[in-house]
């Protein structure tokens, strides 16, 4: 292949139709590491949200096992994407999401914002760090996977249109940004999670925060009571990773899809996993389940 023969690919489909493969190529193929890498970002602003950030701090999920919710986020979501929403294992997949959401007291509007970060975050990072730019079909296709997505979770009030998300999203974190010692703690568990990480792990873990804080916007570290860096501080933490994008269009395309269970930072489950065990199980959930057990390929 060519450099640029997926995003002519993608660009041949349908973005009404034909959403799930155009999400999937960009996710897997395209762009696994920046959307990866956004996707971890857009989760780390709804903490943010008091009413967000609060219960997940309540839940201890999020900083008592980080890591094990950090992989079964990405599981879940996984099993959606590769597979379909109507598949098997996609309704697995969005049935825990409703599970695990539907035993707490959660609004429709925390909910749909959650939902217009996943949509708005990877657009604008990949605008700022990819190796090239999403075009607009791609933005429609990716728009319309978390939309249909969205309603199977029974989210209300989706927008129709990308704009209308990213108008969505900046309204509520003008509104809704605020410090709570929860929503802080469970950003701290995240950023001494993301030190662990390959290659993070090499560099001193205050580096890594500080260069996690360049990549953050002012009212975001507002919110978490973290230090504004420098000028410098941000400059580095920005150049570095759009030197890398432009590193990665010299790069052959990629052949073979990259899933979430073959990136290194998942390590919960070594013997492999099944989606219906995935995540939380909380208020005594009526069904028995066993620990997770091998019914998809192991990670690597």
Known sequence: MKRFDL??????????????????????????????????????????????????????????????????????????????????????????????????????????????????????????????????????????????????????????????????MDDYEREQFAFDDGGRAVADSTLALLCTFPPNNLAPAVVVRRFSWGLMDAPLLAAFGYPQPSRIERALSQTALVLRGKFVRFLPPRAVPKFARDLPNIRSYPNGYRVDALGTFPRGCPVAHQPAVPDVAPSN
Do not use: C
């Open 7 to 168: 995003r002519d690919r993608t660009d041949g489909l349908d973005p009404e139709s034909q959403y799930e493969e155009i999400y999937r190529v960009l996710a897997t193929q395209e762009f696994p590491w920046d959307i990866n890498q956004a996707l971890s970002f857009a989760l780390f602003r709804t903490y943010a949200v008091p009413t967000i950030g609060r219960l997940l701090y309540d839940t201890g999920e999020f900083t008592e096992r980080v890591q094990k919710r950090y992989d079964d986020t990405g599981l879940i979501l996984d099993a959606v994407l590769e597979h379909g929403m109507s598949s098997q294992a996609g309704r697995d997949g969005i049935r825990r999401m409703n599970q695990m959401h539907g035993s707490y007291t959660i609004s429709n509007a925390d909910m749909l914002y959650v939902l217009a970060t996943f949509v708005v975050t990877p657009v604008r990072w990949i605008d700022s760090y990819g190796w090239r730019k999403l075009t607009r079909n791609e933005i429609s296709g990716a728009t319309n996977y978390y939309r249909h997505m969205g309603k199977l979770m029974g989210i209300k009030g989706i927008p129709e249109a990308y704009e209308s998300f990213a108008e969505l």
